[in-house]
């Protein structure tokens, strides 16, 4: 069975970091793409950044330069490294994974965790 689990969510101001784990489990297939997703109420799910088996990431345009996904494949965990938060980077993250390498979509990700909530504050 297929679980993940994140951490790190919390509160900060304006300017500050956060750091998001996700600890993966049961994940049976060898290619794969890891992702971080947000989602404020009444808005649709929106990909933050994903990173593949083979280390290649990607970033939403409104983290960009501001964000790093990395993950650890020893210890099967995904890493966010949020820096210079804003205000609108507050939202529920969830981190998702599927066997397909480049996935993108919410629909192509099977698996997502029980998401961990960030508050940024002016």
């Known amino acids: 069975q297929v679980q993940l689990v994140e951490s790190g969510g919390g509160s900060a101001q304006a300017g500050g970091s956060l750091a998001l784990s996700c600890v993966v489990s049961?994940?049976?297939?060898?290619?794969?793409?890891l992702a971080w997703f947000r989602q404020v109420p009444g808005k649709e799910r929106e990909a933050v950044a994903r990173?593949?088996?083979?280390?290649?990431?990607w970033y939403g345009d409104s983290v960009k330069g501001r964000f790093a996904v990395s993950q650890d494949n020893a210890k099967n965990i995904l890493y966010l490294q949020m820096n210079s938060l804003k205000p609108e980077d507050t939202a529920m993250y969830y981190c998702?994974?599927?066997?397909?390498?480049?996935?993108?979509?919410?629909?192509?990700?099977?698996?997502w965790g029980q998401g961990t909530q960030v508050t940024v504050s002016s």
């Open positions: 998702a994974a599927s066997g397909r390498r480049y996935a993108f979509g919410v629909r192509e990700y099977p698996y």
């Open positions: 049961g994940f049976p297939y060898r290619t794969s793409s």
């Open positions: 990173i593949n088996d083979d280390g290649n990431p």
